[in-house]
């Protein structure tokens, strides 16, 4: 049996990209108190960045629901969001004077991986954001997982 910890969520409105970084919050607070993982300041930040900035691009570009999967290694926490859309997202070049559409350029930023599958039915995007730093600290609030 996988002991490895986990959350999955099925998102459908615009509603939900807070769902999804409650859900994260709960996640990274869970992962701290009940598995005594190390999650770093920057790490609670950096996840929730990559949630919602994945969220909101397959609740803004793909018909459908989404699916959020959280799942914690004993060094990064995998963040893996699928949605039904099958055109891969492109990084734009850098332009500072470009207002909006910077979050992928964003999300490989923080991530220490960063992957794009078409899959049957969509698209799966997976990152990958290291738990610990250096500068641990708890953020993260309530507990679920």
């Given amino acids: 049996m996988d002991r490895t910890p986990s959350v999955s969520a099925e998102l459908e409105g615009s509603e939900d990209i807070a769902q999804a970084r409650s859900l994260t919050r709960s996640f990274l607070a869970c992962l701290q108190a009940v598995h005594g993982l190390e999650v770093s300041v920057r790490a609670v930040w950096a996840i929730q960045l990559v949630v919602s900035e994945l969220v909101t691009n397959a609740r803004k570009y793909a018909p459908g629901p989404c699916l959020l999967t959280l799942k914690a290694g004993e060094e990064a926490v995998e963040v893996t969001v699928w949605d039904s859309e099958s055109c891969l997202p492109v990084a734009r070049s850098a332009d500072p004077g470009r207002v909006g559409q910077h979050g992928l350029e964003i999300v490989t930023a923080v991530c220490s991986s960063f992957e ?30």
């Fill in 116 to 145: 794009m599958h078409r899959e049957p039915g969509g698209k799966r995007i997976t990152a990958s954001v290291a738990l610990a730093d250096g500068s641990a600290g708890n953020e993260a609030g309530d507990q679920v997982c």
